[in-house]
């Protein structure tokens, strides 16, 4: 039976578990759907450091960035405005059919490994490949192919994470419907810069020309598919001798002749029909890179306007004369042939997407079957499949371990064992089905549902997979802006969300749920550090992660936490502990800790204690009749003599022990803080004792009495 459904707002990881995600009725009205449909029909892009968003649909495109705005509650928050609007077509009947967002790394010395500018890359049903800047300057325009762009995909510099992992290379690869184009990403860095510069100085002079240099590509020409709609280009592989020997035996034959050193090979996957999945090996070295002639808007401008007016003086043709210019394309270089090696046949099945892996190492494919299926892209084999996500679409999530939130495992002699090890990766595959409204994030390989979200039925989900392009070995180890692996684009509400995964999410069973209180403790101490003013807000979420702790000993300490926090005040303290005190005494016997249930009756005597001391503190006394030494001396039944004595011994105590301190705004008055109150006393057997201290400390605790 359908349950309470959980909101993306208010459901938080595991909170769907408790009750079945109840998805979305159905709209009423046909024309409802098709004004909330529209942002299917576009194509966005979002800058991997979210400065720049993208949204084209056929010619027209509108280029927004986030700025700071007070919102109608007012609170600070992002908000993205219109930076560039307009269309982007050059031919009459060319439609944007890709777009890409790349921020590219700033050269200065003060701001390595930023982001420098973001560069608009657009695709088109003509073949041209179009670049533009942030204000929809066009830098520069390629046609590598006349077929329409199908695909634009990107791949930035990463370091590898493991030792013995080969380093890929930065590139731009450009899906045609029989052909992969694949721009070397130094190339491309090079000559966005120069092209930059080159319509910087032009805009301010009008008269320069400085020819920025070529694009270096390689095009392959894809054979033996019947269509294909989508790629993912995996990198440089080098094959074992094993796989060397099976691949050659493979093609050759059993007198195949085998080469002493593997060959390095650029893996292709690519989607679509007959194969579903294709896979395809190009050998380095087999083609050599072309070189591209950039053509720049500004310059040709330039040219053509020198050209007319040369042509005017010359008298080679009056006005009337004239004849419409020919446009005359670019030369067309040959694709290399490449023959799919193998692939995953099935003649009624068609693949729609393809998302490859962080890792490079798994890739997740959509098909029109409404199948979810995981790929291991170096074995060619599909590994686990999820039904009934049609029209979905997915994404990655790479999240790195904090180590500051593993637990030493007794016995463990794995390098994970302690804190000093090094940190683990953990993958999560992000589905979005948008017929059913519902947002799932799946542990991989074989790991199971972690989370879900009911999000609406008309939103977008944005993986870029790379993220600034630029950086090297040196400059990658310095400080990173933050970058978004993921996030949906919600049309309705008009916002967009972020999705982060927690790594204890990964692990299982034991060490899973020890990972997942250390992870609330964390989240609890962010809470009390955080400056939110409202105390009730604080208190309610301080129970709710108190409360969802298993352990008892991470109870226990996330409670010491809260009651030695200042910034709680006494009433939130009292109503936590009897929180948790009230939860334990509803659990069975068998399952409660006694220590832990003793310690929160033993902090809530002191509470209350320290309660009743403020309030004697706080009623007002007569100070104007003052006691008499002889109503004293009757009060402590001593005799004047020895009241003198005492009264005698006590000021010169104090003189003795004070010190000349700094006093803070919330210590004046002489009141003692909850949290020294606490530190100062305990309570056992039914006896408050004073824990040893210094002379000082015991005066201050004199002095609140």
């Known amino acids: 039976k359908a349950g309470k459904s959980t909101g993306w707002e208010d459901g938080g990881w595991g909170a ?8 979305p009725e159905e709209e009423e009205s046909t024309s409802k759907n098709q004004r909330n449909y529209w942002l299917q029909d576009c194509v966005l892009s979002l800058s991997p450091t979210n400065d720049l968003m993208v949204i084209a649909n056929e010619q027209k495109a509108v280029f927004l960035v986030p700025k700071w705005k007070h919102s109608d509650k007012g609170k600070e928050e992002m908000q993205y405005a219109v930076g560039w609007s307009g269309s982007l077509n050059v031919e009459e009947s060319e439609c944007v059919s890709s777009v890409l967002c790349i921020p590219l790394a700033s050269q200065k010395r003060s701001s390595t490994g930023r982001p420098d500018w973001t560069c608009i890359v657009v695709g088109f049903t003509s073949g041209y490949v179009r670049f533009y800047t942030e204000s929809g300057v066009l ?69 320069e020309n400085v020819q920025p240099p070529p694009l270096a ?90 050209f007319n007016a040369a042509s005017g003086w010359l008298g080679w043709k009056s006005r009337h004369e004239e004849e419409p210019v020919q446009k005359q394309k670019p030369k067309m270089e040959p694709a290399t042939p490449l ?120 939103c977008r989900l944005l993986y870029p997979g790379y993220k600034i392009m630029g950086l090297n070995n040196v400059t990658s180890q310095g400080w990173q802006p933050q970058t978004y692996q993921i996030c949906l684009v919600d049309p309705i509400s008009g916002s967009v969300k972020t999705v982060h995964v927690p790594f204890h999410l990964a692990l299982s069973d034991k060490k899973s749920e020890r990972a997942k209180d250390m992870h609330l403790v964390k989240k609890l101490n962010a809470l009390l550090k955080a400056k939110a003013s409202d105390p009730d807000l604080i208190e309610a979420e301080a129970k709710e992660l108190i409360l969802d702790i298993k352990y008892p000993a991470t109870k226990k300490q ?74 004293l001396a009757k009060l402590l039944r001593l005799e004047e003599k020895d009241f003198h004595r005492l009264q005698t011994l006590l000021e010169n105590y104090k003189k003795e022990n004070t010190q000349t301190t700094v006093q803070f705004g919330d210590e004046k008055d002489d009141v003692l803080s909850v949290k020294m109150f606490l530190e100062y006393l305990e309570y056992e057997k039914d006896v408050i004792n004073v824990k040893n201290m210094e002379d000082g400390e015991y005066v201050a605790l004199g002095k609140s009495y």
């Open 558 to 631: 996330a409670l010491e936490s809260i009651l030695t926090s200042e910034r709680v005040p006494l009433s939130s303290l009292t109503n936590i502990t009897q929180t948790l005190m009230d939860n334990l005494k509803k659990q069975e016997l068998e399952c409660v800790d006694e220590g832990l249930l003793q310690f929160c009756a033993n902090k809530l005597k002191l509470l209350h204690l320290y309660e009743l001391v403020s309030k004697l503190n706080s009623q007002s006394i007569q100070k104007d009749i003052p006691s008499s030494d002889n109503d």
């Open 339 to 458: 023959a799919v090696r193998f692939g995953i046949p099935d003649s009624r099945r068609h693949g729609e997407r393809i998302c490859l892996s962080p890792c490079n190492t798994l890739a997740a494919v959509t098909d029109d079957f409404g199948r979810v299926i995981l790929l291991d892209v170096t074995r060619g084999l599909a590994v686990r499949m999820w039904k009934g996500y049609r029209d979905a679409e997915v994404g990655w999530i790479q999240t790195v371990e904090d180590l500051h939130e593993r637990e030493t495992e007794k016995m463990d002699f794995s390098p994970f064992g302690n804190a000093q090890g090094p940190s683990r990766v953990a993958q999560f595959l992000v589905i979005y089905a948008p017929r059913r409204g519902i947002l799932e994030v799946w542990s991989t390989q074989q790991g199971p549902r972690v989370g879900a979200f009911n999000v609406g039925k008309y």
């Open 139 to 207: 830098l520069l325009a390629q046609l590598l192919n006349e077929d329409p762009v199908l695909q634009l995909k990107c791949r930035t510099y990463e370091i590898p994470k493991h030792p013995g992992v080969t380093e890929q290379n930065e590139e731009l690869s450009i899906l045609y419907p029989a052909a992969i184009v694949t721009i070397d990403g130094f190339s491309l860095f090079q000559s966005l810069r120069a092209c930059r510069n080159q319509v910087a100085r032009a805009a301010a002079s009008g008269n």
């Open 16 to 23: 769907w578990d408790e009750a079945e995600l109840q998805e």
């Open 217 to 306: 590509y390689k095009k392959w020409g894809l054979q033996d598919v019947d269509t294909i709609v989508d790629h993912a280009s995996i990198g440089i592989m080098t094959l074992s001798p094993f796989d060397q020997m099976k691949t050659a035996s493979n093609i050759g034959g059993y007198n195949a002749a085998i080469k002493n050193n593997p060959p390095a090979m650029s893996q292709y996957v690519t989607v679509g029909s007959n194969p579903f999945t294709g896979f395809f090996f190009a050998l380095e070295g087999s083609s050599q890179p072309l070189l591209s002639h950039v053509a720049l808007a500004v310059a040709s401008k330039l040219t053509s306007a020198l």
